[in-house]
């Protein structure tokens, strides 16, 4: 899909809007786990999540092959939106974004904030991306699929980053949305020439992915009915499931009550907030915790984009509170 040099130039393009995100190793994380732990924190992006990297990279790229483009459409859950919306600010493009009903109203309160122009649309992603491909028609606006090579090539540059910080890695967990993070982990290591083990997450109410890995071919579900929005796919990108089931040794996954009790221990152990795909990837490291006792371990925290009211309802009735202290 692309080579090293490929990737270090979207680097550079990364790095001219951002700085590199930490890879912190949080000690309470590691006492929890057993393991030695280091977290690659995406929430500390300009958007909150990684996907920023990949709307960079695909619109500057875009804008030096097609100049003449005015502006972009897609589809979203949120941070692809957003990622979209901040790129194209910067590259004096305008920004379409469809959203399913009912999304998150914070997320899109940001997207508008970055300057899209925000339509909902539909029950789910899945209904939203099939009208924005129509609307692309009917506008001549870009359409932005929700994986492309180049997109990949921009997230990837965090693989790349952390995988430099620390390539003596045993196993990475990723999330799974639409596919270009774990994509990029396991181009990126591939291309170091590093042998870490890459683990996929996926909600137990949005899992296609896995039954995809499993069946060998796509297979996509009615629904995707997970509060952690960031993993609710429907139907998975046949080349992002060629990469991830040559790359990754398996997927992982996690019911919503599993991602809500590592969005706690991410606050309790380094205060720092995940939205639910951020917080995935721990809630998968803790349901294999005793096959890594004594490893080295990644985690992608993915994005920290998470409603209050989600927050509250995902945290607060399961806390209670004892001697002053907050039990979780």
Same mark, same amino acid.
Request: proline content about 5%.
């Given at each position: 899909?692309?080579?090293?040099?490929?990737?270090?130039?979207?680097?550079?393009?990364?790095?001219a809007a951002m700085p590199?995100?930490?890879?912190?190793?949080?000690?309470?994380?590691?006492?929890?786990?057993?393991?030695?732990?280091?977290?690659?924190?995406?929430?500390?992006?300009?958007?909150?999540?990684?996907?920023?990297?990949?709307?960079?990279?695909?619109?500057?790229?875009?804008?030096?092959?097609?100049?003449?483009?005015?502006?972009?459409?897609?589809?979203?859950?949120?941070?692809?939106?957003?990622?979209?919306?901040?790129?194209?600010?910067?590259?004096?493009?305008?920004?379409?974004?469809?959203?399913?009903?009912?999304?998150?109203?914070?997320?899109?309160?940001?997207?508008?904030?970055?300057?899209?122009?925000?339509?909902?649309?539909?029950?789910?992603?899945?209904?939203?991306?099939?009208e924005a491909y129509r609307?692309?028609?009917?506008?001549?606006?870009?359409?932005?699929?929700?994986?492309?090579?180049?997109?990949?090539?921009?997230?990837? %540059?965090? $693989?790349?980053? #952390?995988?430099?910080?620390? @390539? /003596?890695? =045993?196993? *990475?967990?990723?999330?799974?949305?639409?596919? !270009?993070?774990?994509?990029?982990?396991?181009?990126?290591?591939?291309?170091?020439?590093?042998?870490?083990?890459?683990?996929?997450?996926?909600?137990?109410?949005?899992?296609?992915?896995?039954?995809?890995?499993?069946?060998?071919?796509?297979?996509?579900?009615?629904?995707?009915? %997970?509060? $952690?929005?960031? #993993?609710?796919?429907?139907? @998975? /990108?046949? =080349?992002? *499931?060629?990469?991830?089931?040559?790359?990754? !040794?398996?997927?992982?996954?996690?019911?919503?009550?599993?991602?809500?009790?590592?969005?706690?221990?991410?606050?309790?152990?380094?205060?720092?907030?995940?939205?639910?795909?951020?917080?995935?990837?721990?809630?998968?490291?803790?349901?294999?915790?005793?096959?890594?006792?004594?490893?080295?371990?990644?985690?992608?925290?993915?994005?920290?984009?998470?409603?209050?009211? *989600?927050?509250?309802?995902?945290?607060?009735?399961?806390?209670?509170?004892?001697?002053?202290?907050?039990?979780?």
């Amino acid at each position: 899909m692309f080579d090293l040099g490929q990737l270090e130039l979207a680097q550079d393009v990364v790095g001219a809007a951002m700085p590199p995100t930490p890879a912190y190793a949080w000690p309470l994380l590691s006492e929890r786990l057993g393991a030695d732990v280091i977290v690659k924190h995406e929430n500390h992006t300009p958007i909150g999540a990684f996907k920023v990297r990949g709307g960079l990279v695909y619109l500057d790229r875009l804008k030096r092959e097609q100049p003449d483009t005015v502006g972009v459409i897609s589809a979203t859950r949120g941070n692809h939106g957003q990622s979209l919306a901040f790129a194209a600010s910067r590259y004096r493009m305008k920004a379409m974004i469809y959203v399913p009903s009912g999304n998150s109203v914070e997320k899109n309160r940001a997207m508008r904030a970055f300057g899209a122009e925000l339509v909902e649309y539909g029950e789910d992603f899945q209904a939203a991306r099939e009208e924005a491909y129509r609307r692309a028609e009917a506008t001549g606006l870009h359409i932005v699929p929700a994986f492309h090579p180049n997109l990949v090539l921009g997230v990837a %540059t965090y $693989a790349l980053e #952390l995988l430099r910080k620390a @390539p /003596d890695l =045993d196993v *990475l967990y990723v999330p799974i949305g639409q596919g !270009s993070g774990i994509c990029g982990c396991i181009l990126a290591r591939d291309l170091l020439g590093l042998t870490i083990e890459i683990v996929g997450v996926q909600s137990t109410e949005a899992p296609s992915y896995a039954l995809s890995f499993a069946a060998g071919t796509v297979v996509t579900t009615e629904t995707s009915n %997970t509060l $952690a929005d960031g #993993l609710a796919t429907r139907v @998975p /990108d046949p =080349d992002a *499931l060629a990469i991830i089931r040559k790359g990754a !040794s398996r997927i992982v996954q996690v019911t919503d009550d599993e991602v809500a009790a590592a969005i706690r221990a991410y606050w309790t152990d380094t205060h720092n907030l995940a939205e639910g795909a951020g917080a995935a990837a721990l809630a998968a490291a803790l349901q294999e915790k005793p096959k890594l006792r004594g490893k080295r371990v990644g985690l992608v925290l993915s994005g920290g984009n998470i409603d209050f009211e *989600l927050f509250n309802r995902w945290i607060v009735p399961e806390t209670a509170v004892a001697g002053g202290k907050v039990l979780v």
